[in-house]
C-alpha cells in the first residue's frame, strides 16, 4: 500500500481517462450501428468526438468529477450519470444535423433513439461499477482519517458530528476538545485532521495557525467574514499586497438578463409542464375535494410580503408546522407531489409575476423569518435578492438542513453571482430529484438518538464563581 500511495496521483488519473474513454467509446461503438462513419477516419468521427469531449467536460464541471474518496458511490453516480446524460444527447442530435445536412446513404433518423437508449444504459453500467469500484479501491489505500473535533458546546458537538458519523470510511473521531481547554493544541496534535465547529475568530485563527504549522488537514465551518473574505481578490496596491472585497448589488445588465431569463424558462416551462398540473389538479381535487393550491405569505427581495403557490400536499385546515417522517397531515397524491417535488411547479406563476427568480433564496415562512433574524441577524441579508425556486442551498442542502448553513449557502451564492452560475445550478437542480434525503424532513426525538456522541470534556474552571 505504501507503494501505491507513492504513484497514486498518477494511478487515479489512469482511473479517470480509462473511465472517460470507456464512455466515450460505448457510445460512439453503438451508435456505429446506425452510423458507420463514426468507426472510420471521416469527418463525421472528428466532429463527433470533439462533441463529445467539449460536451463531457462542459456537464463534469457542472455535476461533478469523478471524485472518489470525497464523495459517496450514490451522489458520483448521480453527478456522471446526468452529465453523460445531456452529452450523449448533445452529440446525438449533432449527429443528426449533420445527416440532415448532408444526406447520406447512412442517414440519421430518429428511429436511432434505441441504440441511444442502449448506449446510455451501458454507460450506466460503467459509472455504477467505477463508482462502487473506486471507492472500494480508495477506502483499500485509505484508513479512515484520524479527527480531532474542536468546539464549543454539546449542541455544536452534536450538530458537526452528525455530519462526519455519515462518511465513517473517510473520518473517524478520536479526539474531541473544548477551544478553551489548556491542552487543546496537545490534542490537536494527535491527529491528521481537524474540524474547528462554532469556535471563536481570535482562538480559530490561533488555532488555524498551529494546525498549518503542524501540517494538519483543516475544516472549519464559515462565517459572514469568511464568506467576504473568499469571494474577494488578490491586488496589489504599488508593492503593498491587498485583499479587496468589492461588495456590490447586482449590475443593471445582471438584473436584466436575469428578468429575461426567468419569463423565458416559466413560459417554456409552463407549456412543457401544462400534462402534470392537469394530472397533478385531478388527483388533489379527487382525492378529498379541497383546494388545489397552497397559499402563504412569505418574504422575498427587501422583505416585500407575497403569496406563494404550490400544489396542496396537506389536508386543509390542518396546524401549520414544520413536516415530520409519516406525517399524517400529508395527503397521498401530496407524498407523490413532494417526493418529485412536483408541488414547487405552481411557482412559476410567481416568476412570471416577478415575486420570485429562478434561482436565489428560498422564500421563507414570515414568522421563520422573524425567528431566524432574532437568532442569526445576518439572516436578513438573504432579502437582498429576490427569492428563487431553486438555489444552492435547496441543491446542497436538505429540507431539515439549519437555518445558519442555508444562510451561508445563500450568501456563497449572492456574492458568487453571474448568468453563468444560474444556469449551472438549474442543471443541477435534477439531482434533487435523485437524492432521497433532499426531502428528508424533521427526524423525531427518538431517531435523533443514533447520533448522540460522546461530549467534549469540560475545561476547568479557572474563575471563581461571579467573577
Not at 31 to 57: D, H, Q
Not at 83 to 98: H, P
Not at 167 to 188: E, G, H, N, P, S
Amino acid at each position: 500500500m505504501k507503494k501505491i500511495r507513492r504513484f497514486e496521483s498518477t494511478l487515479w488519473l489512469l482511473i479517470k481517462v480509462v473511465l472517460y474513454c470507456l464512455l466515450m467509446a460505448a457510445f460512439i461503438m453503438i451508435m456505429a450501428k446506425e452510423n458507420p462513419t463514426l468507426i472510420r477516419l471521416s469527418r463525421t468521427m472528428g466532429i463527433t468526438l470533439s462533441t463529445y469531449c467539449v460536451c463531457g467536460l462542459l456537464f463534469l464541471s457542472i455535476y461533478g468529477k469523478y471524485d472518489v474518496g470525497r464523495r459517496k458511490s450514490k451522489p458520483i453516480i448521480y453527478s456522471l450519470s446526468l452529465a453523460v446524460l445531456f452529452t450523449d444527447i448533445v452529440t446525438y442530435l449533432q449527429l443528426m444535423i449533420m445527416n440532415t445536412i448532408t444526406p447520406s446513404v447512412y442517414a440519421f433518423r430518429f428511429d436511432s433513439i434505441g441504440s441511444l437508449v442502449l448506449a446510455y444504459a451501458v454507460q450506466f453500467i460503467i459509472i455504477v461499477a467505477a463508482a462502487y469500484g473506486g471507492n472500494g479501491l480508495f477506502f483499500m489505500i485509505h484508513e479512515p482519517e484520524s479527527c480531532c473535533v474542536v468546539t464549543s458546546s454539546q449542541e455544536s458537538l452534536d450538530c458537526i458530528a452528525r455530519a462526519i458519523m455519515k462518511y465513517k470510511k473517510q473520518y473517524r473521531i478520536d479526539y474531541i476538545v473544548d477551544y478553551r481547554d489548556k491542552d487543546a493544541l496537545k490534542t490537536i496534535k494527535k491527529a491528521q485532521t481537524v474540524f474547528l465547529y462554532d469556535v471563536p475568530s481570535l482562538q480559530r485563527s490561533e488555532i488555524i495557525r498551529f494546525c498549518y504549522k503542524e501540517k494538519k488537514n483543516i475544516y472549519m465551518n464559515p462565517e459572514m467574514e469568511d464568506i467576504v473574505e473568499i469571494n474577494a481578490q488578490y491586488y496589489l496596491l504599488d508593492d503593498v499586497s491587498v485583499i479587496n472585497a468589492n461588495v456590490k448589488a447586482w449590475t443593471m445588465e445582471q438584473r436584466v438578463m436575469k428578468k429575461l431569463m426567468d419569463m423565458g424558462l416559466a413560459i417554456l416551462l409552463g407549456i412543457l409542464t401544462s400534462p402534470i398540473w392537469l394530472v397533478s389538479a385531478i388527483a388533489i381535487k379527487a382525492y378529498d375535494g379541497g383546494s388545489i393550491f397552497f397559499k402563504q405569505k412569505r418574504a422575498t427581495i427587501h422583505g416585500r410580503v407575497f403569496e406563494v403557490y404550490k400544489f396542496r400536499t396537506m389536508r386543509e385546515n390542518v396546524e401549520n408546522r414544520s413536516v415530520t417522517d409519516d406525517d399524517d397531515r400529508i395527503t397521498k397524491p401530496g407524498k407523490i407531489l413532494r417526493k418529485t417535488r412536483m408541488d414547487e411547479l405552481p411557482q412559476l406563476i410567481n416568476i412570471l409575476k416577478g415575486d420570485m427568480s429562478f434561482v436565489g433564496p428560498r422564500p421563507e415562512m414570515l414568522e421563520n423569518v422573524e425567528a431566524y433574524e432574532e437568532e442569526l441577524p445576518e439572516f436578513r441579508y438573504r432579502l437582498r435578492v429576490k427569492a428563487g425556486l431553486t438555489g444552492y442551498a435547496q441543491i446542497a442542502g436538505k429540507y431539515n438542513t439549519s437555518p445558519k448553513d442555508k444562510l451561508i449557502m445563500d450568501m456563497m451564492y449572492i456574492e458568487q453571482f453571474s448568468i453563468v452560475r444560474d444556469i449551472q445550478l438549474m442543471f443541477q437542480t435534477l439531482i434533487v430529484l435523485l437524492k432521497s434525503d433532499s426531502t428528508e424532513a424533521f427526524k423525531t426525538g427518538k431517531e435523533e438518538e443514533k447520533y448522540i456522541f460522546v461530549p467534549a470534556k469540560e475545561t476547568e474552571e479557572t474563575e471563581k464563581s461571579g467573577e
